[in-house]
Nanobody, 115 residues
Framework: QVQLVESGGGWVQPGGSLRVNCILS????????WGWMRQPPGKQQREFVA????????SYQDSVKGRFTISRNVIEGTMFLQMDNLKPEDTGVYYC????????WGQGTQVTVSS
């Protein structure tokens, strides 16, 4: 199993910045992908935000490209999502995610963007 714990959410005005953090522990497989999902208010489905592969290749949802940056430190088991120029539509619960032979995610951290 893999355990994931998020931190760093909060409230920010449009145009502001936040960073969400994740600590991963447990049986991290050699081939895996780490990333972030989010669940906007009123929606049942989580949506993909960004991920990073073993080779350091990153992918982003189109709406966050150029504003969000994913990074990780495999040795320390930490992952970050730097979010700049935040918009109200970025509001939601952000989940740290791990994809190996199974998919794991954390409890989530709330990000609210409003004036």
């Amino acid at each position: 199993q893999v355990q994931l714990v998020e931190s760093g959410g909060g409230w920010v005005q449009p145009g502001g910045s936040l960073r969400v953090n994740c600590i991963l522990s447990g049986n991290i497989e050699r081939r895996n992908r780490w990333g972030w999902m989010r669940q906007p208010p009123g929606k049942q489905q989580r949506e993909f935000v960004a991920d990073i592969t073993n080779d350091g290749i990153t992918s982003y949802q189109d709406s966050v490209k150029g504003r969000f940056t994913i990074s990780r430190n495999v040795i320390e088991g930490t992952m970050f999502l730097q979010m700049d120029n935040l918009k109200p539509e970025d509001t939601g619960v952000y989940y740290c995610s791990y994809w190996g032979s199974q998919h794991y995610w954390g409890q989530g951290t709330q990000v609210t963007v409003s004036s």
